[in-house]
């Protein structure tokens, strides 16, 4: 894949987060290639946007006409949300996606997100930036780098020791210019739709931690806890600025991280069947539907 931003925190693998950067969708079977040309589908009342975490990557099944590596669940989501509303759906959110996406081809054959919008678009979902930078996978993969081999539990903070404020630096000085910029974009794009942008809910716990489950030393998962909650405060304010709704799951993510054990809506590194890790599972999706339907009932 090109981007590794949210991709490594997915646990090293390969499309957003962790691994995430780079083929988030290797291991699951392709439904269809990807579009010949570059059109976009005709804009219909519901458009979902975003990167892997918005695409479902992981959690089969795989939507019939997702393009190998964008991996689209058909239930993610948006289809959840779509089903309780009874809203046709045009789904183009794709792994490994940043903000750029929205109006540049991210794939051969695959048009620029904002292009299935349209004025008779009602409702518009994204989760976006993550991978922007590569703020998330890039920052999981250093930190895992930074701990030395060895037997045990790594000790210490050696990620944050390393790097300090670096890996957070770009959140204000890119990332939320970027978030702005497509927020507005996407307005003047659907100018009859309600637009809401989904925080990501926590991948980490607030401490400690459950190395080897998640290779972070314990003491940076404080450290790169910060770090996600600079990203949603980022998401948060952009929101607030473009006048679109904001979905913050820092509150019902809590208990629910990839160390939650049965109880967890990320799945971890190590010790998980997934296909994709560092990713929203099933349950994950759900409750994301679940809070953008309270938003828009409000």
Do not use: K
Request: include cysteine; hydrophobic fraction near 40%; glycine fraction near 10%.
């Amino acid at each position: 894949m090109r981007r590794p931003v949210l991709a490594a925190m997915l646990a090293v693998l390969l499309i957003l987060v962790v691994g995430c950067g780079a083929d988030e969708g290797s291991s699951a079977p392709p439904s269809s290639a990807p579009r010949p040309t570059g059109t976009a589908p005709a804009a219909t009342p519901y458009v979902s946007l975003g990167d892997s975490y918005a695409a479902g990557a992981g959690v089969l099944p795989v939507q019939a006409d997702s393009p190998f590596l964008c991996q689209r669940s058909a239930i993610n989501f948006a289809h959840l949300v779509a089903a309780q509303r009874r809203w046709p759906l045009t789904d183009v959110s794709c792994s490994g996606a940043d903000t750029a996406d929205l109006t540049t081809s991210q794939y051969f054959g695959i048009p620029p997100q904002l292009d299935a919008l349209g004025p008779q678009t009602r409702l518009v979902t994204l989760m976006l930036g993550g991978n922007d930078e590569n703020i998330f996978g890039g920052a999981i993969r250093s930190c895992g780098d930074a701990i030395a081999d060895g037997p045990g539990v790594p000790a210490g903070s050696p990620c944050r020791d390393r790097y300090g404020s670096e890996l957070a630096a770009p959140i204000d000085t890119t990332i939320y210019p970027a978030l702005v910029d497509g927020l507005t974009r996407i307005r003047a794009r659907a100018p009859n739709a309600r637009v809401v942008i989904v925080g990501y809910p926590w991948i980490l716990p607030p401490t400690q931690g459950c190395y080897p489950a998640m290779r972070v030393a314990p003491g940076d998962v404080p450290y790169l806890r910060g770090l996600q909650a600079d990203l949603n405060d980022a998401v948060h304010r952009a929101a607030e600025r473009t006048g679109v709704i904001f979905v913050d799951m820092s509150q019902v993510s809590q208990g629910h991280d990839a160390c939650a054990g049965a109880a967890r809506w990320i799945e971890p590194q190590e010790g998980t069947t997934a296909r994709i890790t560092v990713h929203p599972n099933a349950r994950g999706h759900e409750a994301i539907a679940a809070q953008i339907v309270a938003a828009l009932d409000r």
